[in-house]
């Protein structure tokens, strides 16, 4: 991907996204943290962490999309991370969780400041890939030629993301697999692993999870 059609799909993303001001993101790092210990997460847990009024929690994540609350009203999925099962595995320090699509498995680990192993299947082929990401970049992946399928937003997320977005975004061990799915599903197209990195880095960033205090 070139570098001005990379700032395009860079641009396209951000645009979409819900952006984190203020002490929001202080909020929204909370969430990805403590749903990264593998249960659920109440409201009273992230005022506990951030200190925040309970009352400030609960309406600044009510005005949120992409949060996923089960039949107690905790929260079990959150802009990438889940504990509800899909086809992306994740290892985060023993812990064992999801994400909604590949290209979550790439910014996480930012997010998270931790290292995340990856188990995912390519769509097309059935195979098994694995990879292993670190914030600063992919440490390891099982295959040399693996890339993503990708999306490129033309409204803002909202709480149909993993339907409208996520379910197009898949790692496939090589351009000749991925291509009887793409030319299934229009509009999608190929990036290459590090490409799918840079993105993320770019929207963590934009979104306010850059520097972010612990």
């Avoid at 994400?99 to 931790?114: E, I």
């Avoid at 292993?132 to 990708?150: A, G, L």
């Avoid at 990036?191 to 999870?209: H, K, P, S, T, V």
């Amino acid at each position: 991907m070139t570098n001005r059609s990379l700032d395009k799909l860079a641009e396209a993303l951000i645009a979409a996204a819900p952006v984190f001001k203020d002490g929001d993101g202080n909020l929204a790092l909370a969430v990805y943290r403590t749903l990264a210990e593998g249960k659920p997460v109440s409201d009273f847990d992230l005022a506990t962490a951030t200190e925040l009024p309970i009352e400030v929690v609960e309406s600044t994540l009510a005005s949120w999309p992409g949060v996923f609350r089960d039949e107690n009203n905790q929260i079990v999925g959150f802009w990438g991370l889940a504990l509800s099962e899909t086809p992306h595995v994740l290892d985060i320090r023993g812990v064992r969780l999801y994400a909604w699509c590949a290209w979550d498995t790439l910014f996480l680990p930012s997010v998270l400041g931790t290292d995340i192993v990856v188990q995912s299947t390519d769509p097309s082929s059935g195979e098994g890939v694995t990879l292993k990401v670190s914030p600063e970049n992919v440490t390891e992946c099982s295959h040399k030629e693996m890339v993503v399928s990708f999306l490129a937003p033309d409204t803002r997320f909202d709480d149909n993301v993993v339907m409208n977005f996520c379910h197009f975004v898949h790692f496939f061990t090589g351009p000749e697999s991925a291509g009887p799915w793409l030319a299934a599903h229009d509009a999608t197209f190929l990036i290459e692993l590090d490409d799918a990195f840079e993105l993320g880095q770019r929207w963590n960033a934009a979104r306010g999870l850059t520097g972010v205090a612990e």
